[in-house]
Nanobody
Framework: QVQLVESGGGLVQAGGSLRLSCAAS????????LGWFRQAPGKEREFVAD????????SYADSAKGRFTISRDNAKNTVFLQMSSLKPEDTATYYC??????????????????WGQGTQVTVSS
């Protein structure tokens, strides 16, 4: 099982930017699809973005397209989520996830993933 620790959350004004990081340990990081999800109070967890183990493919929720960028640094065992043009509706706890399937040909499966503890992002209007 991998350990995931998110950081970089905080309070930001609408239109601002934040960069979330998720540091992983416990297994060969470069072999796994990674992703970011978020959960706002009273709402279900929702997909934000994911990146393949090879870093060749990224996917985004419609709400994130054009504003968020997911990337990974395998040498540092870290996945990032660069968020810009933030909106109050982006307020949520953001979680990173690591697929348990090595070199999976399909996208990250949240039902077969390990999760971090989350980092809070609050966007004020």
């Amino acid at each position: 099982q991998v350990q995931l620790v998110e950081s970089g959350g905080g309070l930001v004004q609408a239109g601002g930017s934040l960069r979330l990081s998720c540091a992983a340990s416990g297994r060969t990081f470069s072999m796994y699809n990674l992703g970011w999800f978020r959960q706002a109070p009273g709402k279900e967890r929702e997909f934000v973005a994911d990146i393949s183990w090879s870093a060749s493919t990224t996917s985004y929720a419609d709400s994130a397209k054009g504003r968020f960028t997911i990337s990974r640094d395998n040498a540092k065992n870290t996945v990032f989520l660069q968020m810009s043009s933030l909106k109050p509706e982006d307020t949520a706890t953001y979680y990173c996830a690591a697929d348990r399937r090595p070199m999976a040909p399909s996208r990250l499966d949240p039902s077969r993933a390990d999760w971090g503890q989350g980092t809070q992002v609050t966007v004020s209007s």
